[in-house]
């Protein structure tokens, strides 16, 4: 994505920015970027691998989400419903990050994690179950609350028609 950012930008063809590109590669910068643009996010903040998890677990609102920076496809995801679940998710994730394979391209995000309060705001309707699937990024341009709630209606109502009709 940042190759074709690039590329864009040097022969003036439309595009991400490269900004934008490197941003969306980092998820701390991507939800500041997020944030910046007055877009609903959840609330987050960022905690080294150093800190002592005990200690952290006291400081989050539950459930929320436990996620190392600098992975991509959901690796390392892991929802946490209380203190306790907190520290394990951070212990294996501090084991996780010290892997060979991890450790390949090493920069100052592999020893952050980002901790988020789980999404609950800005919609009743539930849609992911995180413990049972991988992580969804949706962007949902809508006017309300509402048309947001009758999208994903929608969107569940379409989907389980096609679940009905495959079966």
């Known amino acids: 994505m940042t190759l074709a950012a690039r590329v864009n930008e040097a022969f003036g063809l439309p595009g991400n920015p490269v900004d934008a590109a490197l941003a969306s590669r980092h998820k701390l910068e991507s939800r500041r970027a997020l944030q910046a643009a007055g877009l609903a996010v959840p609330t987050f903040r960022a905690v080294s691998l150093a800190d002592d998890p005990r200690a952290l677990s006291m400081s989050f609102a539950y459930p929320s989400v436990v996620k ?52 609950q705001t800005f919609t009743s309707k539930m849609v992911c179950d995180a413990s049972r699937s991988t992580e969804v ?31």
């Open 68 to 119: 190392p920076l600098a992975m991509s496809g959901s690796r390392g995801v892991i929802r946490v419903n209380d203190s306790c679940e907190f520290v394990g998710a951070f212990e294996r994730l501090r084991t996780l990050m010290d892997q060979p394979d991890v450790r390949i391209e090493r920069d100052s995000a592999h020893a952050m994690l980002l901790v988020e309060s789980f999404f």
């Open 137 to 167: 990024i949706i962007c949902i341009s809508a006017e309300s609350h509402a048309a947001v709630d009758s999208l994903l209606d929608k969107a569940v109502a379409d989907l389980t028609t096609l679940v009905r009709d495959w079966a």
